[in-house]
């Protein structure tokens, strides 16, 4: 009898445990983007930028150099010259 429910055991088919999917990394998704430059900032600092580079007036009316649509959701980033 025990050797009948051991192979009746045996017999029946073990469900297989798929692996759990991996969460995107939260890089790869916040630079899905590509076509980017690197600029130097009026700061001092590199900054990386999708958009094209633009001029802008300022409050004086002199125009200033920007680099548009950069890292860190920076709209707009002034460009040393």
Known sequence: ?????????????VPRLAPPAHQPVETAVKHGRKGG???FAANGHAVY?????????????????VATFCQNDQPMVPLKD
């Open 1 to 13: 009898m025990n050797a009948l429910t051991l192979a009746l055991l045996l017999s029946l088919p």
């Open 37 to 39: 430059k690197w600029y």
């Open 49 to 65: 930028c999708y958009g094209p580079v633009m001029y802008v007036t300022e409050s004086q009316g002199s125009l200033m150099r």
